[in-house]
């Protein structure tokens, strides 16, 4: 969790450089898809905030009022990202759209290093949020490495339409508005996809089928289990909540198969990281008799 927040950390001051950077000589190169890609890493600064914010209140340990933890902040960080990322494309959108049909004076050809600088440096930073997210289960950091990617993937097609508008500005001087318009348009895609992601988890959506056999995998490993009747999961921020219904010899004893219980719980938190803890229900195996262990 810690790494998490240096690279949100880290994350906010690289995008504050390149938003001010792109904004400066998007303006004096009079350039529109600069100028919207400028926007695009201003905005990518305040997600990076929202997913700070939400790493350090997830962080918290449970309380008596939240006994799952606070780990849903981290999921409502990147359900915020998503909206932020949605303003945002609207904006760059409507601006590239309107400013089209007033395209003037051709940009200058320095408006080029910009773009370059800013895609080689989000191609070196995104790689490190998406694995540090993915690696602790982390929905904002995933959402914010998501946010970088679009930012290459914007300043690639700015990079196309201003390098048409430097080209031949007789003919494609309107490609530079024409290009802040799609980099609009590749933020709001990816602000609904963000946004569908966040709201899965705070629907309690199921993790996919391969989670939930290496739940009941290990479970079965644990001596004197029967077998596996029910196994749900949610996720609550970082990592999972488990409910398991377990099956054993209905001739055990109530404080045996509280032990059984016990065992499991313990072996799948130790075995599976990403479970925060398990919920287990002891059932009786339907059958006339348990199966060999």
């Given at each position: 969790?810690?790494?998490?927040?240096?690279?949100?950390?880290?994350?906010?001051?690289?995008?504050?450089?390149?938003?001010?950077?792109?904004?400066?000589?998007?303006?004096?190169?009079?350039?529109?898809?600069?100028?919207?890609?400028?926007?695009?890493?201003?905005?990518?600064?305040?997600?990076?905030?929202?997913?700070?914010?939400?790493?350090?209140?997830?962080?918290?340990?449970?309380?008596?009022?939240?006994?799952?933890?606070?780990?849903?902040?981290?999921?409502?960080?990147?359900?915020?990202?998503?909206?932020?990322?949605?303003?945002?494309?609207?904006?760059?959108?409507?601006?590239?759209?309107?400013?089209?049909?007033?395209?003037?004076?051709?940009?200058?050809?320095?408006?080029?290093?910009?773009l370059?600088?800013s895609?080689?440096?989000?191609?070196?930073f995104?790689?490190?949020k998406?694995?540090?997210?993915?690696?602790?289960?982390?929905?904002?950091?995933?959402?914010?490495?998501?946010?970088?990617?679009?930012?290459?993937?914007?300043?690639?097609?700015?990079?196309?339409?201003?390098?048409?508008?430097?080209?031949?500005?007789?003919?494609?001087?309107?490609?530079?508005?024409?290009?802040?318009?799609?980099?609009?348009?590749?933020?709001?895609?990816?602000?609904?996809?963000?946004?569908?992601?966040?709201?899965?988890?705070?629907?309690?959506?199921?993790?996919?089928?391969?989670?939930?056999?290496?739940?009941?995998?290990?479970?079965?490993?644990?001596?004197?289990?029967?077998?596996?009747?029910?196994?749900?999961?949610?996720k609550?921020?970082?990592?999972?909540?488990?409910?398991?219904?377990?099956?054993?010899?209905?001739q055990?004893?109530?404080?045996?198969?509280?032990?059984?219980?016990?065992?499991?719980?313990?072996?799948?938190?130790?075995?599976?990281?990403?479970?925060?803890?398990?919920?287990?229900?002891?059932?009786?195996?339907?059958?006339?008799?348990?199966?060999?262990?």
């Amino acid at each position: 969790m810690k790494r998490a927040r240096q690279i949100a950390t880290a994350g906010m001051a690289i995008s504050a450089g390149l938003a001010a950077m792109k904004l400066t000589f998007g303006w004096m190169a009079h350039s529109a898809a600069l100028t919207a890609d400028g926007f695009e890493s201003a905005a990518d600064v305040f997600a990076s905030g929202v997913v700070l914010a939400g790493l350090i209140v997830a962080s918290r340990p449970a309380d008596d009022n939240h006994p799952y933890g606070h780990g849903r902040v981290e999921t409502l960080a990147g359900l915020w990202v998503g909206f932020m990322l949605f303003g945002a494309g609207l904006l760059i959108a409507w601006h590239g759209l309107t400013g089209s049909a007033e395209a003037g004076q051709p940009p200058h050809h320095y408006a080029i290093w910009p773009l370059l600088i800013s895609i080689a440096v989000k191609l070196a930073f995104v790689g490190v949020k998406r694995r540090e997210g993915k690696r602790i289960g982390s929905a904002a950091l995933v959402a914010d490495a998501a946010h970088d990617s679009i930012d290459i993937l914007s300043g690639i097609v700015a990079f196309g339409a201003l390098s048409l508008a430097l080209y031949d500005p007789a003919r494609f001087l309107r490609a530079d508005h024409i290009g802040a318009f799609g980099v609009g348009l590749i933020v709001l895609v990816t602000a609904v996809r963000v946004m569908r992601d966040a709201s899965l988890h705070l629907m309690d959506t199921m993790p996919d089928d391969s989670a939930l056999a290496e739940i009941r995998s290990v479970a079965l490993r644990v001596p004197q289990v029967s077998g596996v009747e029910k196994c749900y999961a949610r996720k609550t921020g970082l990592r999972y909540h488990v409910d398991l219904h377990l099956e054993v010899d209905p001739q055990m004893t109530v404080r045996a198969s509280h032990d059984i219980a016990t065992h499991v719980r313990d072996r799948i938190r130790e075995e599976l990281p990403w479970v925060a803890d398990v919920l287990v229900h002891v059932e009786p195996w339907p059958g006339p008799s348990p199966p060999p262990v």
